[in-house]
């Protein structure tokens, strides 16, 4: 077998089944140091499924994941903690602990559940919110807080982990245009330090802003796996959403997506 010495993560024909039908089928990847990966696709193509694969939660039907050159599944909870954290689309904490014990809940994984923090994890903790600009919600409650500063605080915990690889299930989802911003701004830190992110999103303009690499996911399968620019096409848009759009162009090599105008609806311009 071949096996890319630099890849944090690998997929080797991930397939997965449930209840006799295909979620996932074929699914190989190698995700490298430094690059922040989007995963695209319409809802229930298996995004989420693929990301619960490549973390361990999912055991797949057949194929593997490797994490450098260790089958995942030989790897204890926390040796793969160790290696990867990950921020979930659907957050949920049955006791009121306060934001900075949540964010120190990643520590654990690196000191083990019968060891208080220590300082250098609480400023840890307190570096993540910072960057993350979270700061003042640090002393709240986490039941009181409103649900786009849980997904601040999912993510710092997750930072707060401090592993080669981080995947998040749609982590720009439900966060003000500001936040999505700048946290778009700490992903690209964090690979500019060579660890790798994976993140599912449903809106290419994320991955167009911020990723090095997009995967189409369609149907389970691997539609396409390429840079940004190659792949988020007007016609791969299209095949995947079913909707038109243009393409725009902007400074600094970016661009951005519109939707093509629809046909206005004939009472309205009745009524007009
Ligand atoms: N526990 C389960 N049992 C059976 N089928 C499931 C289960 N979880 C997910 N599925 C199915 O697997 C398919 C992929 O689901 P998945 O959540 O991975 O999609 P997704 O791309 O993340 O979707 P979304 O964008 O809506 O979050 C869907 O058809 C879904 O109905």
Not at 64 to 84: D, F, I, M, Y
Not at 137 to 148: D, F, Q, T, V
Request: proline fraction near 5%.
């Amino acid at each position: 077998m071949n096996c890319d010495p630099d890849s944090l993560l690998r997929a080797e024909g991930l397939t997965f089944d449930r209840q006799g039908r295909a979620i996932l089928r074929g699914v190989d990847l190698t995700i490298g140091p430094g690059e922040i990966v989007a995963l695209l696709g319409a809802n229930g193509a298996g995004k989420t499924t693929l990301l619960r694969l490549l973390m361990g939660f999912l055991k797949p039907s057949s194929g593997r994941v490797l994490v450098g050159k260790t089958a995942l599944a030989t790897l204890s909870a926390r040796e793969s903690a160790q290696q990867l954290a990950y921020v979930a689309q659907v957050h949920t904490i049955a006791f009121p602990y306060l934001v900075r014990d949540v964010v120190l809940l990643g520590r654990l994984p690196r000191n083990g559940l019968l060891h208080a923090p220590k300082d250098a994890d609480h400023v840890m903790a307190q570096t993540v919110l910072e960057q993350l600009g979270i700061s003042h919600l640090a002393e709240r409650p986490y039941s009181e807080i409103s649900g786009g500063e849980r997904q601040l605080t999912m993510i710092a915990r997750a930072l707060a982990q401090a592993t080669p690889v981080l995947i998040m299930d749609e982590p720009l989802s439900g966060l003000d245009y500001g936040y999505q911003i700048r946290l778009i701004d700490q992903l690209e830190h964090l690979a500019s330090e060579r660890r790798s992110l994976v993140m599912s999103t449903h809106h290419p303009e994320h991955a167009l802003w911020s990723a090095t690499r997009v995967i189409l996911l369609r149907d389970g399968m691997i539609e396409a796996d390429g840079p940004p620019e190659d792949v988020l096409t007007a016609q791969a848009i299209r095949r995947l959403y079913d909707v038109d759009v243009l393409r725009l162009e902007g400074p600094e090599g970016r661009s951005t997506f519109l939707p093509k105008r629809r046909q206005r609806i004939a009472s309205v311009d009745a009524a007009e």
